[in-house]
């Protein structure tokens, strides 16, 4: 997940186009008349439904607008409105259903199609989180976003959904939406058939503690461990030299934080471990310890930019981190190899001092997660977890025993952006059989 999931994901996944652009009179006036778009319209609780541009294979595309309870256990709370993007294929075909765990504007592009849809001539659904994106409501209070009300959320999509798709289902999300999958299974395991969760992580705590000893003496070989420590040790000692740059870099950004620049400047240094690993960075690409000031500073931003940890600096901030703190867990920092050359006394406790509203105090509750790993333990549903092996989010990575149907796949030497398509031919061909068979049941 990153849960950074998080941070320049995939995230920076493509170029986000307005929900008017390029839909033209013809089109709208197709899309009234079609049986799908009447159907759609009449859904309880759907405000309204507009055209959207798509490719093959998909022969009808709408996003939808649906209101949905901002605490399905006590509705004089309110509603919001929350996005759904239905890629139409045929009522017959199976329906893959991705709970984002973001925004979703990425849906309006006429290209998207997610891998599971594109392997198995599917249906595609996908419901941005709530919280984010277009799908916010007018007053945010924190207290509503909640993992059980997103899979509150996800489950109502199903019900109203399964009146149109009747064949199989699969949910899937990628990184803090693979969480937002798995939690939806445990809690509404008879929504769908079949889970492809990838790159999803099960924290137990707001720093985790596995993701840590696992930069520091786990992933890829001692070798390349120790050129990631070098560069963050010279760039910490030339401290003097590179600040300026960043420091001239943040201002013409106009980035704001919640603490000093030089503060920044250290949680920059310490974070480019888990985002060179997480994104699949080789440590051929590291500069020397004799690079230039300017080839050490380029390089460090190009890994951790500061805008990851700027006051505006993403779209899932600070949604995203309240729901980290709250209840999903994230990662810590190993400040011990660098202590003398750092401006903070502690990394902990970095979280609530750099991403949550200033105004917000929030206590970690690991309920839904004890919850999650007793599914893990005790059901066997049809579920495929996928992973990549240098990927600090394979840390936390889920853990079963003796399953028939539960299966996890770890790609050698992958990263955050794996996905079945990463794998080796053999490895590849044995989760698409796998899936093949489950649809054909």
């Known amino acids: ?7 320049h994901r995939l995230f920076a996944l493509a170029i986000f186009f307005s929900l008017s652009f390029g839909l033209t009179a013809e089109m709208k006036a197709q899309a009234s008349d079609t049986d799908l778009f009447n159907k759609l319209k009449a ?3 759907v405000v309204d439904v507009q055209a959207l541009k798509f490719k093959a294979p998909f022969k009808e595309k709408y996003l939808v607008l649906l209101k949905q309870w901002l605490d399905p256990q006590d509705t004089t709370a309110g509603t919001f409105i929350q996005r759904v993007f239905v890629s139409h294929y045929d009522y017959k075909a199976p329906t893959v259903l991705v709970t984002e765990g973001y925004a979703g504007s990425y849906a309006e592009r006429e290209d998207y199609t997610e891998e599971l849809t594109g392997l198995f001539n599917t249906n595609q659904i996908l419901v941005e989180h709530r919280y984010f994106g277009k799908s916010t409501p007018d007053r945010k209070n924190w207290k509503y ?6 899979a509150a959320d996800h489950h109502h999509v199903v019900s109203l959904f399964k009146n149109l798709y009747k064949s199989k ?7 803090k939406g693979g969480q937002t999958a798995l939690i939806h299974r445990t809690l509404y395991p008879g929504d769908v058939d079949i889970s492809v969760c990838y790159v999803g992580p099960l924290c137990f705590g707001v720093e985790d503690g596995r993701h840590e000893p696992f930069i520091s003496s786990k992933v890829s070989t001692e070798n390349d461990r120790k050129k990631v420590q070098d560069f963050q040790m010279e760039v910490l000692k030339r401290r003097n030299k590179i600040f300026p740059l960043f420091k001239k870099y943040c201002t013409e950004k106009k980035y704001s934080f919640h603490l000093p620049l030089q503060e920044i400047y250290d949680y920059c240094v310490l974070e480019f471990s888990f985002s060179f690993w997480q994104w ?3 440590p051929s690409s590291i500069p ?3 690079a230039s000031n300017a080839d050490l500073f380029n390089y460090l931003i190009r890994i951790c930019s500061p805008d990851y940890f700027a006051d505006d600096g993403q779209d899932y901030s600070p949604s995203f981190f309240v729901q980290a703190a709250r209840e999903l867990g994230y990662y810590g920092y190993d400040t011990e190899p660098f202590k003398k050359y750092l401006k903070i006394k502690t990394a902990k406790g970095y979280l609530e001092k750099i991403f949550l509203p200033k105004d917000l105090k929030v206590d970690f509750d690991s309920s839904i997660s004890v919850e999650c790993q007793h599914f893990l333990d005790t059901q066997d549903e049809k579920m495929i977890f996928i992973y990549g092996e240098y990927d600090p989010w394979s840390a936390p990575a889920v853990e079963f025993n003796g399953k028939k149907n539960m299966f ?3 790609c050698p030497g992958g990263s ?6 990463s794998f080796g031919e053999k490895e590849k061909q044995e989760i698409i059989d796998r899936i093949k068979t489950w649809l054909e049941e």
């Not at 997940?1 to 941070?7: G, R, Y």
């Not at 289902?169 to 990184?175: K, V």
């Not at 955050?416 to 398509?421: E, G, K, L, N, S």
């Open 1 to 7: 997940m990153k849960v950074k999931v998080l941070k």
């Open 169 to 175: 289902w699969i949910n899937t999300g990628i990184s």
């Open 416 to 421: 955050h952006a794996t996905r079945i398509r």
């Open 408 to 410: 996890k796949a770890v």
């Open 145 to 150: 976003l909640t993992a059980a009300n997103a």
């Open 280 to 282: 699949g960075w080789k």
């Open 288 to 290: 020397s310890s004799s």
């Open 43 to 45: 859904l309880p609780g």
